[in-house]
């Protein structure tokens, strides 16, 4: 079956406190501006949070389609920061090759920002 694209990114964190504010301002300059909060409790169950209260962040593409891309933020107080890199596709001025920018959240997760050829 052919691939349709990514549906959404779960990203677990030892620490949502010390990433949201990061991922707040990386992913809304990235399009995905509408902002979820959500409480998952210790069996997995997911409910609606609030500002106040939540321990997972999702955000998603603003007036797409009836399902739109999202990344979620999950704090999961026993995950470890992997090698594992994140890479977004991005349009910058118009250049002849491609071109990637390489840094990582303050938790060391790896993230990249790629733009690609001819764009």
């Not at 964190?13 to 909060?37: C, I, M, N, W």
Request: hydrophobic share 40%; net charge negative.
């Amino acid at each position: 079956m052919p691939s349709l694209g990514l549906d959404h990114v779960d990203l677990r964190v030892p620490s949502l406190r010390a990433v949201e504010a990061f991922y707040d301002t990386l992913l809304q300059r990235l399009g995905l501006t509408r902002k979820h909060y959500a409480y998952v409790d210790p069996h997995g169950e997911w409910a609606d949070g609030t500002p106040e209260r939540h321990n997972a962040v999702e955000w998603y593409e603003e007036g797409t389609a009836e399902r739109p891309f999202f990344v979620g933020v999950i704090e999961d107080a026993g995950m470890r920061v992997v090698r594992t890199r994140l890479a977004f596709r991005v349009e910058y001025e118009d250049h002849e090759t491609s071109s990637s920018l390489f840094f990582t959240d303050p938790l060391g997760t790896r993230l990249e920002l790629v733009a690609p050829a001819g764009r």
